[in-house]
């Protein structure tokens, strides 16, 4: 067997991280030394595999290795005899038999690792870094793209994160009753910018990382259920089903993006479709008022229309502004000058997006020049779009877009690309600190 490559063994690890964390948080009850001890099975990994071989099952061997560390630790502990009381039978059972999840699944100790990291004893946006970094498996680059803040700030926030949890006692479960509401803002939060991280890759050199909106959408669903009387669970639950629906059409042969507008929607999943319209159903027994649901009501409207020409723009338009009523940020501001500018017209959408020029958290975001570059090359100002097209294609660190954004630099004011074929070139993205309806002037 071909000995792998350390890129290889960490990609596997970077899949399964989240599962290897949650699995020896349940032993050692601390989510700081888990995530410790699953990097030490990395580690050996790295020492092994080159010499044996990948294991047929290498996220089973992980997490193994992971546990059968996290026993010693116990038991070395002074504290054993009570920890063995908590763990009881399964501690012994399960240490030696990591059984992954089933593809439709999210085990117990994931969701107990979401909610222990989603603990109010951390601040909102503590809370949000380390769970996207203990689930997500994201780097602290990643999470710092979706906070919109350096990465200095992100790793102290995970740092100080874990050592709160720890001096606090946090127990590692899932919440029940009040205590699990109170939780549910930021776990719903973090879902949503795992499935962004996923459906429009921070960098790299590709557009998509599958995994991790299945993982979003899966403990999306599970969450759903366990409240069932939450709108917006069920909003955000419906909102990512309609998203993954597309994931198949976003790109072509080549990996490179397709925008919404030439997308075969004949290869958009319905079925995932007639759920998320199903779980939007159910988010709108409670009011779609909520900013899931009405993201998910954006996203219902490009699902029901049968061609692009087809878009209800003046609907999705109206929509970002009751969404931007209710959860106000630069980046709403911005999918909603794309909205308007396909109901309105490119004047009305660029007044908007100038008025955001000077918004500090957009200094660096690449999806504000590149809408400012198709408003502008849809008013035929070609030098102005190119050199806001180059100026966005600097700031992305995705392979994929930054090609294709110099592509559009290149192709400003071209013959044959007139107003109505560049007008086209707009997205139905999540409309939150990730990806955004914006993202179709990068061209999904």
């Known amino acids: 067997m071909t000995a792998p490559a350390p890129a290889a063994v960490e990609t596997v690890f970077r899949m399964e991280s989240a599962r290897i964390i949650a699995a020896v948080a349940r032993i050692v009850r601390d989510v700081g030394i888990a995530e410790e001890i699953a990097q030490d099975a990395l580690v050996a990994a790295l020492e092994q595999w080159p010499r044996t071989g990948v294991p047929d099952r290498p996220g089973a061997w992980?997490?193994?290795?992971?546990?059968?560390?996290?026993?010693?630790?116990?038991?070395?502990?002074?504290?054993?005899?009570r920890k063995l009381a908590e763990v009881g039978r399964e501690l012994t059972e399960e240490a030696y038999d990591p059984e992954p999840a089933g593809p439709g699944d999210i085990d117990d100790d994931l969701l107990r690792l979401i909610f222990t990291a989603c603990h109010?004893?951390?601040?909102?946006?503590?809370?949000?870094?380390?769970?996207?970094?203990?689930?997500?498996?994201?780097?602290?680059?990643?999470?710092?793209?979706?906070?919109?803040?350096?990465?200095?700030?992100?790793?102290?926030?995970?740092?100080?994160?874990?050592?709160?949890?720890?001096?606090?006692?946090?127990?590692?479960?899932?919440?029940?009753?009040?205590?699990?509401?109170?939780?549910?803002?930021?776990?719903?939060?973090?879902?949503?910018?795992?499935?962004?991280?996923?459906?429009?890759?921070?960098?790299g050199d590709d557009l998509l990382r599958p995994a991790l909106c299945e993982d979003a959408l899966r403990l999306a669903r599970v969450l759903a259920a366990l409240m069932p009387k939450e709108s917006e669970a069920h909003g955000l639950a419906a909102l990512l089903e309609i998203q993954a629906s597309r994931t198949a059409a976003r790109t072509g042969p080549d990996g490179q993006p397709v925008l919404l507008a030439d997308q075969n929607r004949s290869r958009w999943n319905r079925s995932l479709i007639r759920r998320g319209f199903a779980a939007?159903?159910?988010?709108?027994?409670?009011?779609?008022?909520?900013?899931?649901a009405l993201q998910a009501a954006i996203a219902a409207c490009h699902a029901k229309a049968v061609t692009y020409e087809e878009t209800d723009w003046r609907t999705i338009a109206a929509l970002y502004g009751r969404l931007a009523a209710v959860a106000p940020s630069p980046v709403v501001e911005l999918n909603r000058a794309v909205?308007?500018?396909?109901?309105?017209?490119?004047?009305?959408?660029?007044?908007?997006?100038?008025?955001?020029?000077?918004?500090?958290?957009?200094?660096?975001?690449?999806?504000?020049?590149?809408?400012?570059?198709?408003?502008?090359?849809?008013?035929?100002?070609?030098?102005?779009?190119?050199?806001?097209?180059?100026?966005?294609?600097?700031?992305?660190?995705?392979?994929?877009?930054?090609?294709l954004l110099r592509e559009r630099a290149r192709r400003a004011g071209a013959v044959g690309d007139g107003p109505a074929r560049r007008a086209r070139a707009v997205a139905d993205g999540p409309a939150g600190s990730g990806s955004a309806e914006a993202a179709g002037a990068v061209g999904e």
Do not use: C, M, W
């Not at 992980?62 to 630790?73: G, H, P, S």
């Not at 939007?280 to 899931?292: C, F, M």
């Open 120 to 203: 109010p004893v951390l601040s909102a946006r503590a809370r949000t870094a380390l769970t996207l970094r203990l689930v997500g498996g994201l780097r602290t680059d990643e999470i710092a793209r979706a906070f919109l803040v350096p990465e200095a700030t992100v790793a102290q926030r995970i740092v100080r994160a874990k050592r709160s949890l720890a001096r606090a006692g946090v127990e590692f479960e899932v919440p029940y009753g009040e205590e699990r509401a109170a939780r549910l803002g930021s776990v719903l939060e973090v879902i949503y910018l795992i499935f962004n991280e996923g459906y429009s890759a921070t960098a």
């Open 62 to 81: 992980l997490t193994a290795a992971a546990k059968n560390r996290a026993v010693d630790l116990v038991r070395r502990r002074e504290t054993y005899a």
């Open 280 to 292: 939007l159903e159910r988010a709108a027994e409670g009011g779609v008022n909520g900013p899931y």
């Open 339 to 403: 909205a308007v500018s396909r109901a309105q017209g490119p004047e009305a959408g660029l007044a908007l997006v100038d008025a955001l020029a000077g918004e500090p958290a957009l200094a660096d975001y690449h999806l504000l020049p590149s809408v400012r570059g198709d408003l502008l090359d849809r008013l035929g100002r070609t030098e102005e779009a190119r050199a806001a097209f180059e100026r966005a294609a600097s700031l992305t660190r995705n392979a994929r877009e930054r090609e």
